[in-house]
């Protein structure tokens, strides 16, 4: 079964950090580039980042851009967003995703994602 997990949410203040695991299982990340993205409160699901089946392409939305840090570690099968100085207005569920990518080593954030996680809390309150 292909499944992909999220962790490492939770609440954290203003100006803290947070790193966030995306880890596969039933399927090998290698050939698939991850998006992360997230959906606050009464808002629309907004992608936050993304980085390529190689690593070699990432992007970011540009709220986040200087902040978050999208890896990716395929031995591990498990892809990273490290989240700095955080503000009150990253508080989302945050949930990655996945999409198969061959022959190029990009990532786009409005691609049509096939397999998602179940998400994490992300909270960042004082």
């Known amino acids: 079964q292909l499944q992909l997990v999220e962790s490492g949410g939770g609440l954290v203040q203003p100006g803290g950090s947070l790193r966030l695991s995306c880890a596969a299982s039933?399927?090998?990340?290698?050939?698939?580039?991850i998006g992360w993205f997230r959906q606050a409160p009464g808002k629309e699901r907004e992608g936050v980042s993304c980085?390529?089946?190689?690593?070699?392409?990432?992007n970011y939305v540009d709220s986040v851009k200087g902040r978050f840090t999208i890896s990716r570690d395929n031995a591990k099968n498990t892809v990273y967003l490290q989240m700095n100085s955080l503000k009150p207005e990253d508080t989302a569920v945050y949930y990655c995703?996945?999409?198969?990518?061959?022959?190029?080593?990009?990532?786009?954030?409005?691609?049509?994602?096939?397999?998602w996680g179940q998400g994490t809390q992300v909270t960042v309150s004082s």
């Open positions: 995703a996945a999409v198969p990518v061959s022959f190029q080593d990009i990532c786009v954030m409005s691609w049509e994602y096939d397999y």
């Open positions: 039933g399927f090998t990340l290698d050939y698939y580039a």
């Open positions: 980085i390529s089946s190689g690593g070699g392409s990432t």
